[in-house]
């Protein structure tokens, strides 16, 4: 799969819209894009996935350039149970099975 | 409540003992993976199971032996482990694998300690 690259962490004040980024340049045309959060001491959760179209969900959206060489997770509104680390994962239509996790982004939310 | 649970969710154990962990999924879903977590490390993919049947092993020690006797449950049997392997374990499942379908729902994880 794809190599994504995260900042290692950001900071954003509470009730305010976050856009955790996400560039994978070297992206194949069959890559879907898949969004993840670890909360403190619990397992990662889905968050959202797509492959060319923006997408929405009752918890974030996600926006995917144009040439789908990076794309943007959107909080629209964050609160305090926002605060976890957030992962950008390509998954490839051919690849093994299984998603492949990297660092991901510490997102710091102040009250 | 994601649907995935697993037990224990601590487990201490000496370097010669045998335990295992187990996971259940209620979701009816067709494919169970595990993960293992080390402190300050990404997520590792251990093991895919899809229909029972192990479809991924990715370079896992033979010290870790995984068994999925149906599609609802998911065993890892750990034995002669070393201090190295202590990390949280973690057991998701899925509907199916494959990108389209490779939604995971993730248990709590066990917190794993080789002493």
């Known amino acids: 799969d794809a190599k994504t690259t995260q900042p290692n962490s950001m900071e954003s004040n509470e009730e305010e819209p976050v856009h955790l980024p996400c560039n994978h340049s070297t992206i194949s045309g069959t890559d879907y894009i898949h969004w993840y959060r670890q909360l403190p001491s619990q397992g990662p959760e889905y968050v959202i996935h797509?492959?060319?179209s923006n997408v929405n969900n009752r918890m974030a959206s996600l926006a995917i350039a144009e040439d789908r060489k990076s794309s943007t997770l959107i909080l629209h509104r964050a609160t305090l149970r926002d605060a976890a680390v957030y992962y950008c994962?390509?998954?490839?239509?051919?690849?093994?099975?299984?998603?492949?996790f990297g660092k991901g982004t510490h997102l710091i939310i102040q009250p | 409540e994601t649907g995935v649970t697993q037990t224990p969710r601590h487990l201490v154990m000496g370097m010669t003992n045998k335990k295992s962990l187990k996971c259940e999924q209620h979701?009816?879903?067709?494919?169970m993976y595990w993960y293992k977590q080390s402190a300050k490390k990404p997520l590792e993919l251990m093991f895919v199971y899809s229909l029972e049947e192990r479809v991924e092993n990715n370079s896992v020690p033979s010290r870790f032996s995984p068994e999925c006797p149906n599609s609802s449950h998911l065993f890892l049997h750990l034995h002669t482990l070393q201090p190295e392997d202590s990390a949280l374990y973690l057991c998701a499942s899925s509907q199916d694998p494959g990108p389209r379908n490779e939604k995971l729902f993730f248990g709590s994880g066990t917190q794993l300690s080789v002493l």
């Open positions: 979701l009816g879903h067709n494919a």
């Open positions: 994962i390509l998954r490839d239509i051919g690849g093994a099975d299984g998603l492949t």
């Open positions: 797509g492959l060319t």
